[in-house]
């Protein structure tokens, strides 16, 4: 198949002008465009190693794969694209394969890996759609077992003396795991692990936050996300709702 240069004046998006050939019905949002465009103007070579194909009709070439790529060099002001030239006798059923298969995803991406391994305002730049949804829900754990955020919950905080030790649901766990924990050299490390088996009662905490705790208590609670809160605007981001009266205790 022949690869070769053409100028973007010669090149027309798939409008459906060829006989059998649907248009293409791919498109692009405005900010998956723009990062389009930035992907391009910062690592431009990948057009090398991802040319257009494109296919000759009435002296221009209609581009079959690769018309978001082709607004993206316009719009930066290419003259010409490295493309594959797909021959004039290709059969119109393989013109329609290759405009859906080039814009089908078939494999999958494991959130929970790139959470861990990449920066994801880095794979952002480099356009990759995703949502904070879609993270959130690859990394999410056991909700009976594990202290996580889940929506919104919040508490209305109640004048309700705690003890420190009513701030837990249950500690068995951790407790196990330290009767476990022998090794000198790695009981520090271990502790601070088994420390993840800790389950919290966080309307209680709330309870203890609002009418309980001192001011230092109350610092290293918001220090440690046990409570969650904009005094600004009085309106609580994950755990608990501070009442007005109370912040002005503060």
Not at 108 to 123: I, P, T, V
Not at 137 to 155: F, L, M, N, P, W
Request: with cysteine; net charge negative; aromatic share 12%.
């Amino acid at each position: 198949m022949k690869t070769d240069l053409i100028k973007l004046s010669l090149l027309v998006s798939n409008n459906g002008q060829v006989e059998g050939l649907p248009k293409n019905p791919r498109f692009i949002k405005d900010e998956r465009f723009s990062a389009l465009v930035k992907f391009i103007f910062f690592d431009p070579e990948m057009l090398d190693l991802r040319e257009l194909i494109v296919y000759p009709h009435q002296g221009k070439f209609v581009i079959i794969a690769g018309n978001m790529r082709y607004r993206a060099m316009k719009e930066l002001g290419y003259a010409e694209a490295p493309c594959k030239i797909l021959p004039e006798e290709t059969p119109i059923e393989k013109l329609r394969a290759y405009t859906i298969k080039d814009n089908n995803s078939f494999g999958e991406n494991d959130f929970e890996l790139l959470a861990k391994e990449w920066d994801l305002s880095e794979l952002k730049d480099f356009g990759m759609d995703f949502s904070d949804t879609d993270i959130e829900e690859s990394t999410a754990r056991d909700k009976k077992k594990y202290s996580t955020k889940i929506g919104t919950v919040i508490y209305e905080p109640k004048q309700t003396n705690h003890s420190p030790k009513d701030l837990f649901v249950e500690n068995t766990s951790f407790d196990k795991l330290i009767e476990e924990i022998e090794n000198e050299d790695l009981r520090k490390m271990l502790r601070h692990r088994a420390s993840y088996f800790t389950v919290f009662n966080y309307s209680k905490i709330a309870d203890y936050y609002a009418y309980q705790a001192t001011d230092q208590e109350k610092r290293i609670f918001e220090k440690m996300a046990l409570v969650l809160l904009d005094k600004d605007q009085l309106i609580e981001n994950g755990f608990s709702k501070i009442a007005k009266e109370v912040l002005s205790h503060d």
